[in-house]
């Protein structure tokens, strides 16, 4: 089974600095989905950024940019020039890539960080 | 542009009763997910459907739970006798492919308190 790990529970940044949120997890698959997913206090869950394993390059979303090391099975998520609206909780996310007859791939989260933007 | 929507919002019930959580998903996609999330956790999978049929369904989803599309339009989670662990935020999501690149919509959620 697969697993996701994001072991800080609480980040804090500066508004507009930088900030990188870590992401790791096990999975003996080779060809899946790794997305980062934004929860603000209204609890809706917003897809921020995604990732296809068969891809090299890191995906970029405007201010959101991801590191993906395959090989060391992190995805870290990276916030440049913060913004007070950044701040939520943040999950990380897995998604198999492997196609079932008659069924789509469930999401497997992480536990979430949450971020708080300083003004 | 689109979106899932849920109802209740906000959902109080007593342990031991039926209660019904309602989702609209996205109107041409195909398969829907019911996830949950106990406050201050992590958000776990319950079950996906597809065709009508339950795709796939974790270990949390027993007896007590189930799921209807009685529609073309709305997709239900039923839980027949809630308990006190049940009190969580429920979130309905659908996509449209189950190929490449498919996403998956979240709905705002229904906040479920069993007292």
């Not at chain 1, 900030?19 to 917003?46: A, G, H, N």
């Not at chain 2, 209740?8 to 041409?28: A, D, F, K, Y």
């Not at chain 2, 739970?65 to 039923?78: A, C």
Request: contains cysteine.
């Amino acid at each position: 089974a697969q697993t996701v790990t994001q072991s800080q529970p609480e980040m804090s940044v500066q508004e507009a600095e930088t900030v990188t949120l870590s992401c790791t997890y096990d999975t003996s698959e080779s060809d899946y989905y790794l997305f980062w997913y934004k929860q603000p206090p209204s609890r809706q869950m917003i897809l921020v950024i995604r990732q296809e394993a068969y891809k090299q390059q890191n995906a970029t979303e405007n201010r959101f940019s991801v590191n993906f090391q395959k090989a060391a099975k992190s995805f870290s998520l990276k916030i440049s020039d913060s913004q007070l609206g950044d701040a939520a909780m943040y999950f990380c996310a897995y998604r198999s890539a492997r196609l079932v007859v008659g069924a789509n791939s469930k999401l497997t989260f992480g536990k979430g960080i949450t971020l708080s933007v300083r003004p | 542009e689109p979106e899932v929507t849920q109802t209740p919002s906000h959902q109080v019930t007593q342990m031991g009763q039926e209660v019904i959580l309602r989702c609209v998903p996205i109107s041409n996609h195909l398969y829907f997910y019911w996830y949950r999330q106990i406050l201050g956790q992590k958000v776990e999978f319950l079950v996906s459907f597809y065709n009508n049929e339950i795709s796939e369904k974790s270990e949390i989803f027993d007896d007590q739970f189930s799921v209807e599309r009685p529609d073309g339009s709305n997709f239900t989670l039923k839980i027949r006798s809630t308990k006190l662990e049940d009190s969580a935020m429920y979130f309905c999501a659908s996509s449209d492919e189950r190929g490449r690149n498919n996403e998956q919509f979240f709905g705002p959620g229904t906040r479920l308190t069993v007292l």
